[in-house]
């Protein structure tokens, strides 16, 4: 498991409002165009007034384009119905004191609501509804509604059952409904037969009674949900009717009213399309429902493609999850794909949310919730499932991942399902609590896992048998051990409500948040292919790190590779992994690593704290890069633990290399002037809060240094000759120029550069986490008193307030933390002899660089030509760039005198001989002037080097045993 | 066989199985084959994990398999745990045809190592390998592991195509699933649930490498659950049986 998901973290609880939307079952906001314009919302109390003087008191609400009630106990009555299915809207003036309004619908239903709040609370709602209504009417919504109603089985039912009537009037026998018939939409039952036998489902009865109810409460749209629907509900939904009623009931039906042509679109648009959703659903179409005679057809192979694939397509983060297809290919027997495919989205997205996600963190919190429940309700058999250590969730996970589909006989599923969209998901709590508690005695007897699930699989297998084989009374005998189930359900689990479901989710989802992370984190460190020098606790570091820096900013959505990408390579290769772009590597690097971070720490006189911001630099950058070696612009977890492990282990040679190869861009073993430049910078810029001007001393003396050798070394035209006054090659400062045995030469040649990279570097890299508390240096009272009451919150006020105070009484400090922080005080920066001092000591110690070019011989010209600009650059950008803002540094003036020296005091003049005089004075010449350091270096390079030529070395050593002229 | 034997409930050892493996390369079908002796085209994909049983014999003795067959696509990974909790032995399944699997299989493998009972016996098998019969197959399997492929060969369809074309479709060698294998500690086959070959070798093996007698011990000593308790004891003395190798494989009633 590769992916690191932190889509947990994101989670918001919902809103009221949301929660609102939720229950009346209404789609969520969807973005709309610029020319909408945003409609308010309102609540107030009514009261819904029947035409048989039966009334409601509840609460109507104005959610355009809904107009939305619900009855104060929220079961006995309540409606969800589209603006646009309204036709007409009268004020009644009967009685005075009463504010009442008449509604006639589309489906010419009439009724009467009484808006009981204040006077000037009715007059803006009704201002805001008619608002809405003309919006509605200037969309043309109310035009949709004739054509959209026809794809609803009920109108036909409906309608039939009028003609009926009248040919019954008219003892008239001709057939006409069949001309209205053929435009409802349906699924694949009604080619290939509704699972279950018809006459013992009494299809029959349960289609006269909706026909009854749809008549006189509305229907699909305008449907009015008394408490007699969802007994009806409870009793079975007819086959035909079923998929356009969870259509309505779970709300499924207004996504498909607002997205007209959406579903077709979506496939149109992904057409031909692969990816590892795609893939893994081909390998499902035919392992979903396969006893079900479509599915052993081409037909409804193709419609569950469909309606898999377009669901992908929609929610790619989701994709695919083995389960929807079950889930899939069973609705689809009830309703056409376009239904099939919105009613999807509500289960995955609103109704089961997080159950079918990657982590399927919505899974696993239901199962605690569930658990919670069952020690709840059925304190006994949970003590006795821990004592035998059996786990719920092996036989329950299922049930509710699969809506008991394939759990239990498709025709008890079913009506589960229909209660589930009904009465939503605390249905599956119910049903499950109600399935331990009938088997409870059988169940204290288990002893292990599989004992439960084979008692679990017995008992389904036998729902259709009688509860009461045994009893006296034939009505008891006739009850089946499903209607048992449902009445127990229903009746003993009554308490377990919306909103019980809605807290247990709440409080548990820290916990699986928190075990799912721990569980991934732990697989992550378990699946690298290597942990490099780390050890597994280091590793964990180094992903928690990772973590943070992934929640700060999340990594760029996973990008579909092109199908050619995908079947050129390797299964493995497409695994999702979790690759982290430029801007997160920084806040990675910043929480490792010490100068990739600017630390302020800010003092007022009240209290001290440390402010972290996330440093920005080519250097940074540059590291991104040499890091990815795979290319792919992004890096994994792996990817970042190899290039820490390339780094944080090093010893003074490693560093040196690790950092040359970091500049080195086109791996050629050579720097380019550019890149020695670019590696100054790179050093300035771990520099850049180290106190004193050692550093910089260093850093410039590097420098010159550099460019000194790197011309002395460069390849002349003709080596063998070197009398010759042949000029110097011309180098451009985009060509090879300087190799690892040359720099390392010239690092090792600064004492501060060498324990720079022989210590300093590595300890810059820290996996444990700093914490940003200070050392408690200058405790102040009131300082940390205030620290230990103070919240996040106020902390920040706090602060500022400090820091006013601070500036005003003068103690208001702001000094940065230095990355390295070993030198603490100012000191006389100490430059280790340059391996060539002894000669420019003596040669040009009066001549500047630049003169020295003008009067020099022409051996000396191209060095010092090429020199300058380098020396320009030292000048120019230390001061500005590298330096801190004035106004934060504690010594700016101190600072610019210090950078100005080091790059003009501190540079050891240098220039190189003729190379006639290294001819002649190397022979006898010893090494008199070198001291021991020189000595060091020599071994170093004896040992280390690789890079240099014989000649190459020759001349190193005639160099640094020039004697002064 | 299966049902004579279990009159002898007393002598029965429940040894707790788990199959593990990426998607659809064929964990269910093994277990349907072991199980019922079936082969299915078109098997339901496991939502969490389905639970059979089987009776196997071993000698004297009567095994009682309890195979949790776990779904595999990769976002159920995080259930797992659930299923291979006290398990005494494990499966871990790949395909012959499809490299990534093998790579799957071996991060199940070290998850069960660190995460699992640590004295669960693991076995790896590379399932499908009817897809890639060839008359190269044979000729390495009966050098390296001749006591368990021996009688096998008769499970080989008779026309094997003799080129290598067939052979193509492999990705995963036998010598490199074996040599990993055994570095890794574990039970190796190469299995066909849709010929049959090396599913009833692979189940016998593992039974004969579980700790019968501890569980037995343990499970007398009604300290609960077989399983744990069993593995919590330690050592491996169970597995003299394996001397008999031939025998104990026909009788094996699967």
């Given at each position: 498991m590769s992916t690191i998901s932190t889509q947990l973290r994101n989670f918001k609880e919902p809103t009221k409002e949301q929660q609102t939307q939720l229950f009346f079952a209404l789609p969520p906001d969807m973005p709309r165009g610029e020319k909408d314009v945003e409609l308010e919302r309102m609540e107030c109390q009514a009261s819904l007034v029947l035409s048989g003087e039966e009334v409601f008191a509840g609460k109507l609400h104005l959610l355009p384009p809904y107009l939305a009630f619900c009855s104060l106990d929220r079961k006995s009555a309540r409606f969800s119905i589209p603006l646009s299915t309204i036709r007409r809207v009268e004020r009644l003036n009967a009685r005075a004191g009463v504010y009442a309004l008449s509604l006639s619908l589309y489906h010419g239903m009439k009724f009467v609501i009484h808006i009981t709040s204040l006077r000037p609370t009715a007059d803006l709602f009704c201002s805001l509804l008619r608002d809405a209504l003309k919006v509605e009417l200037q969309r043309g919504r109310m035009k949709t509604v004739k054509t959209f109603v026809k794809t609803c089985y009920s109108e036909v039912l409906v309608a039939s059952a009028e003609n009926e009537e009248k040919e019954a009037e008219a003892a008239k026998t001709d057939d006409n409904s069949s001309s209205s018939e053929s435009a409802y939409l349906g699924g694949l039952g009604l080619k290939f037969k509704f699972p279950g036998d018809p006459k013992k489902l009494r299809e029959a009865s349960k289609t006269k009674l909706w026909t009854t109810y749809l008549k006189s409460h509305g229907r699909n749209l305008t449907l009015f949900r008394y408490a007699q629907c969802t007994r009806l509900v409870q009793v079975g939904l007819p086959n035909r009717l079923r998929g356009e009623m969870w259509e309505t009931l779970s709300g499924s039906l207004y996504l498909r009213y607002e997205n007209p042509d959406y579903f077709e679109n979506i496939l149109k648009e992904n057409e031909g399309r692969i990816n590892t959703a795609t893939e893994e659903i081909e390998k499902d179409l035919h392992r979903s429902l396969p006893e079900y005679s479509a599915y052993q057809s081409e037909e409804g192979i193709a419609s569950l493609r469909k309606v898999l694939q377009a669901y992908s397509f929609r929610n790619p983060e989701t994709g695919y999850c083995q389960a929807m297809n079950i889930l899939a290919a069973a609705i689809l027997i009830y309703m056409s794909e376009e239904q099939a495919f919105w009613l999807l989205e509500v289960i995955c997205d609103r109704l089961l949310p997080g159950y079918y996600s990657p982590s399927m963190h919505g899974t696993l919190l239901d199962q605690r919730v569930f658990e919670a429940l069952v020690h709840r309700c059925l304190p006994i058999l949970y003590d006795h499932f821990q004592q035998v250590d059996v786990q719920l969730s092996v036989a329950s996970l299922p049930w509710f991942l699969s809506l008991f589909i394939n759990s239990m006989p498709m025709v008890f599923a079913f009506r589960i399902i229909d209660c589930f969209f009904c009465m939503g998901p605390k249905v599956l709590f119910q049903v499950g609590l109600a399935i331990l508690k009938i088997n409870g005695e059988d169940l204290l007897q288990i002893q292990d896992d599989g004992g439960f699930i084979q008692l679990m699989r017995e008992y389904f297998s036998k729902l259709g048998e009688s509860a009461h084989p045994e009893s006296s009374d034939p009505r008891a005998r006739a009850i089946t051990r499903f209607q048992e189930l449902l009445l127990v359900s229903f009746r003993e689990f009554a308490v377990i409500t919306d909103d019980t479901i809605i807290n247990e989710r709440r409080r548990y989802r820290s916990e699986i948040v928190n075990s799912i992370e721990s569980f991934s984190k732990r697989s992550a460190v378990r699946n690298l292919k290597t942990l490099g020098r780390f050890t597994k606790e280091q590793a964990g570091l180094i992903y928690d790190a990772l973590f943070k820096a992934i929640c700060v900013v999340p990594p760029p959505a996973t990008v579909f590779p092109t199908p050619a990408l995908l079947t050129t390579k390797d299964g493995s290769e497409e695994r999702p992994e979790t690759r982290i772009g430029l801007k997160t590597f920084k806040i990675f690097l910043s929480e490792i690593c010490t100068w990739a971070r600017d630390e302020r720490v800010v003092t007022n006189g009240v209290s001290s704290r440390v402010e972290r911001n996330i440093a920005d630099h080519e250097l940074i950058d540059r590291l991104f890069f040499f890091w990815d070696t795979s290319f792919r612009g992004a890096l994994s977890f792996q990817d970042l633990l190899n290039g820490l492990d390339g780094v944080m282990f090093n010893d003074l040679m490693e560093n040196i290399e690790w950092f040359f190869n970091l500049h080195d861009k086109n791996k050629d073993g050579y720097l380019t002037k550019d890149e020695v430049l670019t590696l100054s910078e790179s050093l300035l810029f771990i520099f850049r809060f180290e106190v004193g001007d050692a550093y910089l001393g260093a850093v410039s003396r590097f420098m010159s240094n550099a460019f000194e050798y790197g011309d002395a070394l460069l390849p002349r035209s003709d080596a063998a000759e070197p009398n010759d006054d042949s000029p110097q090659p011309q180098i451009e400062?985009?060509?090879?120029?300087?190799?690892l045995a040359t720099f390392r030469m010239v690092v090792l040649a600064d004492e501060i550069l060498e324990t720079f990279f022989e210590t300093d570097f590595n300890s810059t890299f820290k996996l444990e986490p700093v914490p940003?508390?200070?050392?408690?240096?200058?405790?102040?009272v009131l300082g940390s008193l205030w620290s230990n009451i103070a919240s996040d919150d106020n902390r920040k006020f706090f602060n500022i307030v400090t820091d006013q105070i601070g500036r005003t009484i003068g103690k208001h400090q702001v000094y940065h933390r230095p990355a390295i922080g070993k030198i603490t005080s100012l000191e006389e920066p100490k430059a280790r002899e340059s391996l060539l001092t002894p000669t420019m000591r003596h040669s040009t110690s009066s001549t500047s660089l630049n003169t020295g070019a003008s009067d020099s011989s022409t051996n000396l010209a191209t060095p010092s030509v090429s020199t300058s600009p380098s020396l320009l650059t030292v000048d120019t950008p230390t001061p500005k760039s590298k330096i801190s803002p004035a106004e934060y540094s504690p010594m700016p003036t101190m600072l610019q005198a210090a950078a100005n020296a080091a790059a003009y005091m501190e540079r050891t003049p240098f220039a190189i001989d003729d190379a006639k005089d290294d001819e002649e004075d190397t022979d006898d010449e010893s090494a008199a002037e070198d001291d021991g350091v020189m000595d060091e270096v020599d071994a170093f390079l004896e040992e280390h080097d690789t890079g240099l030529t014989d000649a190459d070395r020759e001349l190193a050593k005639d160099l640094i045993n020039a004697e002064p002229v | 066989m299966a049902d004579g034997a279990s009159g002898s409930a007393e002598r029965s050892v429940q040894v707790k199985l788990v199959l593990l493996g990426e998607a659809a390369v064929g964990k269910s079908s093994v277990v349907l084959r072991f199980v019922s002796n079936e082969f299915q085209a078109n098997k339901e994909p496991t939502i969490g994990a389905a639970f059979l049983t089987q009776k196997c014999r071993l000698e004297d003795r009567v095994l009682r398999y309890e195979i949790w067959d776990t779904a595999g696509q990769e976002r159920f990974h995080s259930l797992a745990p659930m299923y291979y909790r006290n398990a005494q032995a494990a499966v871990v399944v790949y395909d012959v045809t499809k490299a990534s699997s093998l790579e799957k299989a071996k991060t199940w493998v070290k998850e069960l190592q660190r995460q699992a009972n640590p004295n669960i016996v693991i076995a790896l098998a590379g399932n499908k390998v009817d897809l890639v019969q060839s008359s190269t197959a044979p000729a390495a399997a009966a050098t390296s592991e001749s006591e368990d492929e021996a009688d096998d060969a008769t499970a080989t369809p008779g026309e094997a195509p003799a080129s290598g074309e067939s052979d193509s479709l492999r990705q995963v060698p036998r010598e490199e699933a074996e040599a990993y294998a055994q570095e890794a500690g574990l039970l190796f086959f190469e299995t066909s649930a849709k010929t049959g070959e090396g599913i009833v070798e692979l189940f016998t093996e593992i039974a004969k490498k579980i700790p019968i007698d501890q569980i037995l011990a343990s499970s007398r000593g009604g300290a609960g659950r077989p399983g744990a308790a069993g593995a919590r004891a330690g050592a491996q003395e169970g597995v003299n049986l394996e001397e008999n190798a031939a025998k104990s494989k026909d009788s094996c009633n699967c």
């Open positions: 400062s985009n060509q090879p120029y300087m190799n940003l508390d200070m050392p408690s240096s200058n405790p102040s | -």
